[in-house]
DNA sequence: ATTGCTTATGATAGCGCTGTCATCAGAAAT
DNA sequence: ATTTCTGATGACAGCGCTATCATAAGCAAT
């Protein structure tokens, strides 16, 4: 018999199957497993050797049954692939999983109705916290978070009336800032390209809004898919722009790759570019293209911890501000 | 009263307590989530009522306990951010969560120490399926997974000996292909950058062996940290090299950045590169730089979807190769 | 009237743990 | 010798559900 733990049914040995064979009651197994110190060194060996033989694997979900604690966390992206957001589920993640909590990750694919089913199976789960990017899109996903008596932290935004905790950045104050460094130098005509989504929205309404109040002629706005490759084409349908507020750096890169085509993209400085490009995200590509790319960096795995750490204390600040931070580089 | 839900005690409400206000039983309740068709249409709606004048939210841990099935799915992945494998946890959670399963995600970052750990915390939770990039890096890890008698997914390999089942493809053979092409190219002088990860060398021993077999001299091999940055200055690292294979796009095009800077870049097709670059992943970036990338194209997504219909399925083929594709633009 | 079948509902017993007391030595303090 | 405390262990109930079997009513067929 080379395994120890064959024979025996097909069924995982539990608690109880490992205190028999130690001799000793299933509640002390579960405190060697839990709280070791309380159990005497020899009797300890003598469970861990059992356990060891058994194979034995705790079962958590009785556990959470028991003790009313899943140590879990939901975390509710709209996106995981191609996406900054997974700069925060590592971030969080690498916060959250070495204190023994689990991350159990929905999409909502930017699709309100998807979202409000994955907060309800989130919830079903009972975890201790749900950390989202952004705010319900419904007042169902509102109402069932503000119920669900747990920290709730939404992050890459800084909402008026949030649930509960926050952390993230002003994306208003973002678009104001490209608007500023556009115009001070000397760029007249504005355009935003990128999503609809509210954070993009947000981006979008502070570059138009300072736009405008600098007494420039409103910008153009053009609403895209989220891949980069639409972007490439985009250049054609803004005539006479000479500046663009990407609102990712996918997004940028992708209307360079349209510039270059049309003969508008040098591999000088900032001021010798026909059209102006400035981003967001800080994709580490960006730093690396010709002409590097200027962008509004945010700290995504900052924001990812901060939010882990918000879910952990109770009390204390519940709204946090990463700020964000403008790069200029050769592109704009 | 404007929330009927409100008062009452702090505790979320049970099966029982929205029995008792229906005035049915516990089970008839349970029935009315689960099986609403063995429900007389009267008594539903008076318990359809009850759960939502108490915003009841299904307890699923009590659930998975009872039943015995979680309808859950640990997925482990080296690392979500920045990353290929985004796109596979993206493919199979878009495939899973339809079907009421949730994805309990872990990070190993690389660790074999900490896969091991996240390995036994995924188990502890009893899900129904274990999806992982790559195989468990120690016999710890592979004796835990063999003994939890669920469906494991190995992905982005094909081990010889898989645990279970298998999506992903032939990284030698990748390697192999990209050598064959610079051969065929004229190349003479070939070089491998990327990490030293069991994919990574498993691309270099392709990489390696056909180059030999085809009487080259052997290719460098220059093991890099796992950003982009690194690659920017490895090229001072490989004098002579005219060709170079990064394991993945990031590497790829940082590598790129580094021949810009020493003039070695051309804007023409692959055959005017001093040096030709060839990474993996087809990033849709390296569509759009200039030159655009010459890549190994795998379909990360695909292997999550296959990966999922794999969870879901048993019998049938366990052994999937979703294979690759030599994608040849203007870097080599 | 009896049997059999279907539909709608319920009673009961756990699932595998943990919280909360007990219990019982043995040591220390009175 | 008695009390008190500490350290180690256990008994027991119960977390909120579901599986399983039972029950009752209604109805058709014998």
Redesign the pocket.
């Known amino acids: 018999m080379t395994d120890t733990e064959t024979s025996s049914s097909q069924?995982?040995p539990?608690?109880?199957a490992v205190a028999k064979r130690a001799?000793?009651?299933?509640?002390?197994v579960?405190?060697v497993?839990?709280l070791p110190d309380?159990?005497?060194p020899?009797?300890?060996a003598r469970v861990e050797k059992a356990m060891r033989e058994l194979g034995?694997v705790?079962?958590l979900v009785?556990?959470a049954?028991?003790?009313?604690?899943t140590n879990s966390v939901g975390v509710l992206v709209p996106t995981i692939a191609n996406s900054i957001f997974a700069d925060t589920v590592q971030g969080l993640s690498d916060k959250l999983e070495p204190l023994g909590y689990s991350v159990i990750l929905a999409q909502s694919r930017y699709d309100a109705a998807r979202e409000d089913r994955m907060l309800a199976a989130l919830l079903s789960r009972r975890p201790e916290a749900i950390i989202m990017v952004g705010s319900p899109a419904t007042e169902d996903g509102k109402r069932l978070l503000r119920h669900a008596r747990i920290p709730i932290v939404e992050t890459w935004e800084l909402p008026i009336d949030p649930i509960d905790a926050v952390a993230g950045f002003d994306n208003y104050e973002a678009g104001v800032a490209v608007a500023r460094h556009f115009i001070a130098q000397g760029r007249q005509h504005l355009a935003f390209i990128g999503g609809d989504d509210p954070r993009g929205t947000r981006r979008w309404l502070g570059f138009h809004d300072h736009a405008l109040a600098s007494g420039l002629r409103p910008p153009r706005r053009l609403i895209l898919e989220r891949n980069a490759s639409g972007s490439v084409a985009a250049h054609a349908n803004l005539p006479g722009v000479d500046a663009v507020f990407a609102a990712n750096d996918a997004h940028a890169i992708g209307f360079m790759a349209g510039l270059r085509k049309a003969g508008l993209l040098r591999d000088g400085p900032a001021s010798a570019q026909p059209v102006a490009v400035i981003g967001l995200g800080d994709l580490e590509m960006g730093r690396l293209i010709s002409p590097s790319l200027s962008t509004i960096s945010v700290h995504g795995d900052a924001i990812g911890r901060t939010a882990a750490t918000l879910t952990l204390e109770r009390g204390g600040e519940r709204r946090i501000d990463l700020g964000f931070e403008l790069v200029l580089r050769d592109s704009g």
């Open positions: 069924l995982a539990t608690l109880s001799g000793v009651s299933s509640i002390t579960s405190r497993v839990r309380l159990v005497a020899e009797t300890r034995y705790p079962n009785a556990g049954l028991a003790s009313a604690k």
